[in-house]
């Protein structure tokens, strides 16, 4: 009862024990320390999907992409948000991002390790370790299950509360979760459609089925999608159709990467998704200080929904070039 609000699976277990090893003051340069290195570790990674792709003709020559995406990835607001709130989601997007590029060069237990660590937020990792289940990527998901549910992070929470209880008071606690002000439709720290339309006036479900069946669909195409494209658009389909903060956008930087290596030798593009990448990562509170209408101020999920959709035709339509 104590823990209160803290809803983070057993997994997370390693990382609360290195914080709770310092004094208050001291985990605080430590968490800001591991996210730092995570914020370097995305863009690291983010840089490689386009220097080192899947596919090597999609090589991107030049080394603008090694400043402009971790300009980027490091410098917009929210990932100095998730830094000062000691927020995870650097953390995840990282090990996400890490996963996703090893999976496709068959460095498969780096691979699982990592989409091990990303699920210490599920509601980010799920749709990755979805398209590894219809992948049949049985390796790396029994990585991942080993590192989860083993020594490697669940040990203490699992000998305290024993090796099942521990997944079954996490589960039971999940009903709560949106009971959370912070996690509360209407409140402006919420990301999703779901909020778009109840600040419109339109009570919806929740979302994330049909987020599924869209992963699906992307996975049922695969082959007419570049790869590494498709990392950034299950990110967007997570933000979109789960439950995610303003904070969460930091995940979104593999489609910083898809639209660089798509658009970096058409310039006029170039700054029409630069602007709206700008737009959309503007801080919330300063945006407030031109507009108070709170069904104004999800226009950043309007945004993510017309440059993921672009993202998508943008993939669809380089992996098969029209003959010369």
Known sequence: QSLGSFFYPPQIAPLCLLLGAFPWTQAKVVMTLVN?????????????????????????PGSGAMWFIPAIVLANPFTLNVIVLGQTTLIVAAALVGGWYYAYRDKWVLSGILIAISTIKPQL????????????????????????????????????????????????????????????????????????????????????????????LLWWYRSQLIIDDVIGLLMAIALLFGLAHHYDLVAL??????????????????????????????????????????????????????????????????NHPNPV
Not at 36 to 60: T, W
Not at 203 to 216: A, D, Q
């Open 253 to 318: 930087a593999p489609i910083v990467a898809a639209f660089w290596r798509h658009v970096h030798n058409h310039p006029k593009v170039t700054w029409i998704a630069l602007g709206l990448l700008v737009i959309m990562l503007l801080p919330r509170n300063f945006v407030m200080t031109f507009m108070d209408s709170n069904l104004l101020l999800q226009y950043r999920i309007v945004l993510l929904l017309i440059m993921t959709i672009w993202l998508l035709v943008m993939s669809l339509a380089e």
């Open 36 to 60: 730092g290195i995570s914020a370097g570790v995305l863009a690291y990674f983010s840089v490689l999907l386009v220097k080192q792709p899947q596919v090597k003709r999609l090589r991107v």
């Open 125 to 216: 990792s799920l749709l990755v370790i979805l398209w590894f289940l219809l992948e049949r990527r049985w390796r790396i998901l029994a990585v991942a299950a080993v590192a989860v549910t083993t020594l490697l992070f669940c040990l203490v929470p699992m000998a305290v509360s024993g090796p099942i209880e521990v997944f079954f008071h996490w589960f039971s606690s999940l009903g709560k979760h949106k009971t959370i002000f912070a996690n509360v439709l209407g409140t402006g720290g919420v990301f999703s459609l779901q909020d778009l339309f109840y600040a419109a006036g339109i009570k919806v479900p929740p979302l994330l089925p049909l987020g599924i069946i869209l992963s699906g």
